[in-house]
C-alpha cells in the first residue's frame, strides 16, 4: 500500500474561492499590511504570493518593504501608526527580520487584533486556553485543516511535532493537544527520536533538514505533514524523505506543494475574520 497525497492546493483553492464569494457578497474590503525588511529572497517570493492571493480574493493589501538596516525603533513605529489606522484590519511582519532586531519585540507591538498571523503572545496565550478569540497561527492552522480532510476525529492519538519553533513547532502542539491528542515535541537535543517518531500515527516534520526523516521513523497508516522547505543541488526537499515514507504512511504532504498553500489560504481567512472583529464588537 502507498499513501494518499493531502492536496493542500486543492483545499487551499477552495477556502479561497469560498472566501472570494464571501467577502463580495458581504460588500466588505478587509485590508492587510505587510512589512517586509531587507531582501531575502524566500522571504520576498512569499510576500509577492501573500499580496497575490490578497488581491484574488477583493482584500487590499498594503506592503512596506524596509531596508536591512532600519532600527527597532523605526519599524515600531510604522506597526504604531498601522495599529492606529482603522482602515488597516491585519498586520503581518514577514520573518526572519535582521539580526539586530528582536522578533518577539516587533511582534508584541502588533495590536493582539489585528495580528492575523497569530505571534503575539496574548494571541498564544488564547489558543493555550483554547478560547476561540484567538488567531491561529497560518501554517498550524492550515495543518490542522488539512489533516481534518480526511480524519475528523484526532481524539487519542499519538502526534509527534519535530521541531519546537514558535511558528510551527509550538503552536502545532498546541492545537492538536486542544483535539485531545498525544503530544510529543521532539527537537535537536531529543534522544531516539526514531524510536518516538515510529509510535506517531501524526508526524509533523518541521526540522529544516533535507530528507532527514527516513522511512524507518514512519508508523505503517501514518499521517505525514512535510513542513520542510529546503534548498538543496537537487532542488527543493522536504524534511521527509518522500519516497520512503510514501510507502508506509496512509496519507502524506508532498514537497513542495505541501503546507504553503494552506499557510496563505489561513492568512486570508485570519484578515477576513479580523475584519469582522473589529467592525462588529
Ligand atoms: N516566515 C516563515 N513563515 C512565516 C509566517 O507564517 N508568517 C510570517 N510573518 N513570516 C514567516
Known sequence: MTAQI???KQLAQQIRTELKQKIYDSQITPELAVIIVGNDPASEIYVRSKEKACQEVG?????????????A?????LIDLLNNDRNINGILVQLPLPKHINPQEI?????PEKDVDGFHPLNTGLIIQKQPAAFSPCTPKGILRLIHTVKQ???????????????VGLPVSHLLLNENCTVTIAHSK???LSEICKKADILIASVGKAEFITGEFIKPEAIV??????????GIKGDVKFAEAYEK?????PVPGGVGPMTIAMLLENTYEAFFKQNHS
Open 73 to 77: 525603533e523605526e519599524l515600531k513605529e
Open 153 to 167: 476525529d484526532l481524539s487519542g492519538l499519538n502526534a509527534v511535532i519535530i521541531g519546537r519553533s514558535q511558528i
Open 249 to 253: 504512511a496512509a496519507y502524506i504532504t
Open 107 to 111: 511582534l508584541t507591538r502588533i495590536k
Open 59 to 71: 482584500i487590499k493589501v498594503e506592503t512596506y518593504r524596509l531596508t536591512q538596516d532600519i532600527s
Open 190 to 192: 531529543t534522544k531516539n
Open 225 to 234: 505533514i512535510d513542513v520542510g522547505i529546503n534548498r538543496t543541488s537537487n
Open 6 to 8: 493531502l492536496d493542500s
